[in-house]
């Protein structure tokens, strides 16, 4: 992509969020070199939604927040995952080291029981999954090779 049509707009010291002017692209990015079990963000939200959306994080059954700070909405997905959103927490970690110029991506199966909206993965890992659902969708053995929000880990594992 051309050097114009992105801006950079660093929001914390660990944090970047890219913007891809002319795909109307968001991204969030590292800022600097992060070592691993770095808190990099708190994570707030305004209120409790009884249904998922494209931005928001599972609680709980029926308990669904669109995270905030607004530049946590940024953090794609990965089969391979550099961060864990910490639901009980609330912070976002990295749980790999992370470099500088690096995407922050995380398992979204990792909070996610259902998703409102599965995709094919495309995140390029040599762990890609492909189908993207959701928990639910995936195996005991799978899930065992992620950190998991304790919402999925209880419900998985009753």
Request: glycine residues 4%; contains cysteine.
């Amino acid at each position: 992509m051309k050097a114009d049509n992105l801006k950079k707009h660093q929001v914390t010291p660990f944090l970047e969020v890219r913007e891809y002017i002319d795909a109307g692209y968001k991204s969030l990015f590292a800022a600097q070199n992060i070592a691993p079990a770095t808190i990099l963000s708190p994570v707030t939200y305004q209120e409790i939604l009884p249904s998922p959306s494209r931005y928001s994080l599972q609680l709980q059954d029926g308990q669904h927040i669109e995270l905030e700070p607004i530049y946590l909405r940024y953090t794609n997905h990965s089969c391979s995952p550099n961060v864990f959103f910490d639901t009980t927490g609330m912070v976002l970690q990295s749980i790999t080291e992370i470099k500088i110029g690096e995407e922050i991506a995380f398992f979204y199966p990792s909070t996610e029981w259902e998703m409102t909206e599965p995709f094919d993965c495309v995140c390029g890992s040599e762990n890609c999954l492909g189908q993207i659902q959701g928990a639910a969708f995936l195996s005991d053995e799978m899930l065992n090779k992620y950190r998991l929000s304790a919402f999925v880990r209880e419900r998985r594992f009753r």
